[in-house]
Nanobody, 123 residues
Framework: QVQLVESGGGSVQAGGSLRLSCAAS????????MAWFRQAPGKEREGVAA????????WYADSVKGRFTISQDNAKNTVYLQMNSLKPEDTAMYYC????????????????WGQGTQVTVSS
């Protein structure tokens, strides 16, 4: 059973940066895809960024392209989300997800989820 633990959330002013981490444990084989999603109150969970762990191909939501970067440390089974130039509309609970054959930014295709970490951006 894959377990995902996120860390690194917090409060920051607009224009600031945060880096989220997601550590995977309990894996007998590394997930092929790992991703970050976010959910603001009253809104659906949306895909932010995803990475193919073998090879490093990445996918991003249009709203974060050029500002967010997903990366990985395969030796640590850890995925990161570097968030720069943060905006108030980035405020949400951020979740890490993993699976073998999902559609990269489609939440319903992932079976393994972390508990989430809150990101709050003030104007």
């Amino acid at each position: 059973q894959v377990q995902l633990v996120e860390s690194g959330g917090g409060s920051v002013q607009a224009g600031g940066s945060l880096r989220l981490s997601c550590a995977a444990s309990g894996v007998t084989r590394s997930p092929k895809f790992m991703a970050w999603f976010r959910q603001a109150p009253g809104k659906e969970r949306e895909g932010v960024a995803a990475i193919l762990t073998a090879g490093g191909r990445t996918w991003y939501a249009d709203s974060v392209k050029g500002r967010f970067t997903i990366s990985q440390d395969n030796a640590k089974n850890t995925v990161y989300l570097q968030m720069n130039s943060l905006k108030p509309e980035d405020t949400a609970m951020y979740y890490c997800a993993a699976d073998q054959t999902p559609y990269p930014l489609v939440a319903t295709t992932y079976n393994y989820w972390g508990q989430g970490t809150q990101v709050t951006v003030s104007s």
